[in-house]
């Protein structure tokens, strides 16, 4: 959520820092109702006070035998003018609320205009793998090794879900592994949120109102119609792990990581080289989250990243790391960074994480704030999050980069004490 109070000020410089996410709008009637706003509430508060004197001064005035009922009839009509006045704040706060609910976030200073176009590759890792023999696509690779079943997982859930099975399944817990030891060295709390969410845990996160119908919903019961809907990151439980909160300077930064599967309802691409893992429905992931002072969540957004960035390295995996441009970064986020994996066959980097910063943004929103020592005053936190990692293209990179000319796989060093010593993958006979 934006702060009005920026827009009321500088409209023109807000819509300017929109318009490099090419987001066009026009902010007059917004600020029209403001100005209704604050005209209601001035003239609201004022019939009030009086209100209230008047009515401090009746029971006096009766005691001394004064005639009240002018006062009293008069007291009645600014009651019912009070009620009018109310009414259409309430209707003007709503016509405000719904306008800066589906506005995104305003663009740090130092992310450029347009789409992913003008994305800007800031280091690479590694070398592209080189095959003296015809290189498999990931999805030959792990159907050969028996590590999972697209045929079985259509049948069960549909396009867009597959089994891990056997060796498969180890491999994907070995990498959920990996990741978890990582983060509980760096200090980070591990979390295991639900899955369910409430349509509040959406707003929170910048995902509602206007993606509302990307999440998969769950139907409403009889006790509860409001909706709920299962998580499409686990970000979105944690964003609200401490919705409505006033926290200590001293608690902050706070650093959480959380497993879950994610939910998306996205249909994803029906091109052929973005078949097997590369999109699908339903897919694990380990998140990272933090909460932080404004004045470190720069600093923080670099930690993110390092260590996002690690989780690859150690895996030996040849990636890049992107800068996004402001349409290319999701409505929520003021700057984002992306980990891009090679992935052979496609001829192409995809992403494995983004390490995003949403400043204020999420916590308007949540109502997330802090106090400062010695200050009664309060400040909204700021908010990060970053994929530590999604495993669905991890996997399909290692099978490809690390396969050998006899169908084979070597497992990389650091997960390999989960994958009982074993140091490569064979083919199924």
Same mark, same amino acid.
């Given at each position: 959520?934006?702060?009005?109070?920026? /827009?009321?000020?500088?409209?023109?410089?807000?819509?300017?820092?929109?318009?490099?996410?090419?987001? $066009? +709008?026009?902010?007059?009637?917004?600020?029209?109702?403001?100005?209704?706003?604050?005209?209601?509430?001035?003239?609201?508060?004022?019939?009030?006070?009086?209100?209230?004197?008047?009515?401090?001064?009746?029971?006096?005035?009766?005691?001394?035998? +004064?005639?009240?009922?002018?006062? *009293?009839?008069?007291?009645?009509?600014?009651?019912?003018?009070?009620?009018?006045?109310? $009414?259409?704040?309430?209707?003007?706060?709503?016509?405000?609320?719904?306008?800066?609910? +589906?506005?995104?976030?305003?663009?740090?200073?130092?992310?450029?205009?347009?789409?992913?176009?003008?994305?800007?590759?800031?280091? +690479?890792?590694?070398?592209?793998?080189?095959? &003296?023999?015809?290189? *498999?696509?990931?999805?030959?690779?792990?159907?050969? @090794?028996?590590?999972?079943?697209?045929?079985?997982?259509?049948?069960?859930?549909? %396009?867009?879900? #597959? !089994?891990?099975?056997?060796?498969?399944?180890?491999?994907?817990?070995?990498?959920? %592994?990996?990741?978890?030891?990582?983060?509980?060295?760096?200090?980070?709390?591990?979390?295991? =949120?639900?899955?369910?969410?409430?349509?509040?845990?959406?707003?929170?996160?910048?995902?509602?109102?206007?993606?509302?119908?990307?999440?998969? *919903?769950?139907?409403?019961?009889?006790?509860?119609?409001?909706?709920?809907?299962?998580?499409?990151?686990?970000?979105?439980?944690?964003?609200?792990?401490?919705?409505?909160?006033?926290?200590?300077?001293?608690?902050?930064?706070?650093?959480?990581?959380?497993?879950?599967?994610?939910?998306?309802?996205?249909?994803?691409?029906?091109?052929?080289?973005?078949?097997?893992?590369?999109?699908?429905?339903?897919? %694990?992931?380990?998140?990272?989250?933090?909460?932080?002072?404004?004045?470190? &969540?720069?600093?923080?957004?670099?930690?993110?990243?390092?260590?996002?960035?690690?989780?690859?390295?150690?895996?030996?995996?040849?990636?890049?790391?992107?800068? @996004?441009?402001?349409?290319?970064?999701?409505?929520?986020?003021?700057?984002?960074?992306?980990?891009?994996? #090679?992935? =052979?066959?496609?001829?192409?980097?995809?992403?494995?994480? &983004?390490?995003?910063?949403?400043?204020?943004?999420?916590?308007?929103?949540?109502? /997330?704030?802090?106090?400062?020592?010695?200050?009664?005053?309060?400040?909204? !936190?700021?908010?990060?999050?970053?994929?530590?990692?999604?495993?669905?293209?991890?996997?399909?990179?290692?099978?490809?980069?690390?396969?050998?000319?006899?169908? &084979?796989? /070597?497992? =990389?060093?650091?997960?390999?004490? #989960?994958?009982?010593?074993? $140091?490569? @993958?064979?083919?199924?006979?």
């Amino acid at each position: 959520m934006l702060d009005i109070q920026r /827009i009321r000020n500088n409209p023109e410089e807000v819509r300017k820092a929109l318009q490099k996410r090419l987001y $066009d +709008v026009d902010f007059t009637e917004l600020l029209s109702w403001d100005q209704k706003r604050r005209n209601l509430i001035v003239e609201s508060e004022e019939l009030k006070a009086k209100k209230n004197k008047v009515s401090d001064e009746i029971p006096r005035l009766i005691k001394q035998g +004064v005639d009240v009922s002018q006062l *009293k009839a008069d007291m009645k009509n600014i009651s019912e003018r009070i009620k009018v006045l109310d $009414d259409e704040l309430r209707e003007i706060e709503k016509k405000i609320f719904d306008f800066l609910a +589906v506005l995104p976030n305003i663009p740090a200073d130092d992310v450029v205009a347009g789409g992913k176009e003008n994305n800007a590759v800031v280091r +690479v890792f590694g070398e592209k793998p080189e095959f &003296s023999f015809r290189p *498999k696509d990931h999805v030959e690779l792990v159907t050969s @090794l028996g590590l999972i079943d697209y045929e079985r997982g259509v049948k069960i859930g549909g %396009n867009g879900f #597959w !089994v891990y099975t056997g060796d498969g399944a180890l491999l994907e817990w070995a990498l959920l %592994n990996y990741f978890i030891e990582e983060h509980l060295k760096d200090g980070y709390k591990f979390m295991l =949120p639900p899955h369910i969410l409430t349509y509040q845990c959406g707003f929170t996160a910048g995902q509602f109102p206007k993606f509302a119908e990307d999440v998969f *919903k769950v139907e409403a019961s009889e006790v509860n119609d409001r909706m709920q809907f299962i998580l499409p990151t686990a970000e979105t439980a944690l964003i609200n792990y401490h919705r409505d909160e006033i926290l200590d300077e001293d608690e902050l930064p706070k650093k959480y990581f959380a497993y879950t599967p994610c939910y998306r309802k996205e249909a994803g691409s029906h091109r052929t080289e973005e078949r097997g893992m590369i999109r699908g429905h339903q897919f %694990n992931k380990v998140e990272m989250f933090q909460y932080t002072l404004p004045e470190h &969540s720069e600093a923080a957004l670099d930690e993110l990243v390092h260590k996002a960035e690690k989780l690859v390295q150690g895996l030996g995996l040849h990636h890049r790391v992107s800068k @996004l441009a402001a349409q290319d970064c999701s409505a929520s986020m003021g700057k984002t960074y992306d980990i891009e994996i #090679w992935i =052979p066959s496609m001829n192409i980097y995809k992403e494995v994480s &983004s390490c995003s910063n949403a400043y204020d943004y999420q916590a308007r929103r949540g109502n /997330i704030r802090f106090r400062r020592k010695g200050s009664k005053k309060t400040e909204f !936190v700021h908010t990060l999050n970053a994929s530590g990692l999604a495993t669905s293209r991890v996997l399909p990179a290692l099978v490809e980069q690390y396969q050998q000319e006899d169908g &084979s796989v /070597i497992i =990389p060093e650091v997960l390999r004490k #989960w994958m009982g010593g074993r $140091d490569r @993958l064979y083919p199924i006979k």
